[in-house]
């Protein structure tokens, strides 16, 4: 599961500067930052925030997006809005199966790059955040789906859902919330298959392809420690601070 990330707009521009355009960042600076909610130290996806995206459309310049994908069937915003919170996430297994993602699967994926996630620990009846990012403190690229939904008044907003894999053995150590089948963690995309992942025309093993690219992310390549809560009246809020260390004594790791 991610439903709490830090993304900032450094980490947002990452596939942009890679590419050397330093034309198509001033512009994106200039023109897509200040449509966003950047920077987001933290934030949680049912608040539903609007950050960039780099889609199979657009792989190389990014677009504005918020986060709760609205399935392309969605004709009114009283279905949007019970819906909404339901798409957050998008268990990668079966994302060709269910009928909120399985047309953007084929069809609209997208890239969401960030500096980290948020997951929670359960210890003795008590949740405890932990912030989980690259060793190397590069941007994680999550895969990601997308969609364009049109309201009834003809106004068009571009939605997105994060896409989820098992959980590698830190994020069985993490996030180990006895409610769930088992841990979870983002689909973390390598360099290596960032363009495997947008690349939605590659014929009729397309769906094979895709699954076999959803595996966990290596655990040596992640770190991860404990911060304040991210929950209830201690929440720090939206500050650079809350993704610091923040040592819990009673905690055994």
Same mark, same amino acid.
């Given at each position: 599961m991610c439903y709490d990330i830090k993304a900032s707009l450094e980490a947002q521009l990452k596939?942009?500067?890679?590419?050397?355009?330093?034309?198509?960042?001033?512009e994106i600076i200039e023109k897509l930052a200040p449509l966003t909610d950047l920077p987001l130290h933290h934030? @949680?996806?049912? @608040?539903?925030?609007e950050i960039l995206i780099y889609t199979d459309r657009s792989p190389n310049y990014p677009e504005v997006a918020t986060w709760g994908l609205v399935p392309s069937w969605v004709t009114h915003e009283e279905q949007l809005k019970k819906i909404w919170n339901s798409t957050l996430n998008a268990r990668g297994e079966?994302?060709?199966?269910?009928? @909120?993602?399985?047309?953007? #699967?084929?069809?609209?994926?997208c890239i969401i790059y960030i500096d980290?996630?948020?997951?929670?620990?359960h210890f003795k009846g008590k949740t405890y955040p932990?912030?989980?990012?690259?060793?190397?403190?590069?941007?994680? #690229?999550? #895969?990601?789906?997308y969609t364009e939904y049109t309201n009834n008044k003809g106004g068009k907003m571009?939605?997105?859902?994060?896409v989820t894999t098992k959980g590698n053995s830190l994020l069985k150590r993490i996030h180990n919330n006895p409610k769930l089948e088992g841990p979870r963690m983002p689909f973390i995309l390598s360099k290596e298959i960032e363009n495997d992942w947008l690349n939605t025309e590659i014929g009729a093993e397309l769906i094979n392809q895709t699954l076999e690219l959803i595996q966990e992310y290596p655990t040596d390549k992640?770190?991860?420690?404990?911060?304040?809560r991210i929950r209830?009246? @201690?929440y720090l809020g939206n500050v650079p601070e809350i993704s610091a260390h923040f040592e819990y004594e009673e905690l055994e790791f």
């Open positions: 596939r942009a500067e890679r590419l050397g355009d330093l034309k198509a960042i001033d934030v @949680s996806g049912f @608040s539903h925030p079966t994302i060709f199966e269910k009928a @909120s993602f399985r047309e953007a #699967a084929k069809h609209n994926r980290g996630f948020y997951e929670h620990h932990y912030f989980i990012k690259n060793k190397n403190n590069e941007p994680l #690229a999550l #895969a990601g789906l571009v939605t997105f859902t994060i992640l770190t991860a420690h404990t911060v304040n209830g009246k @201690s």
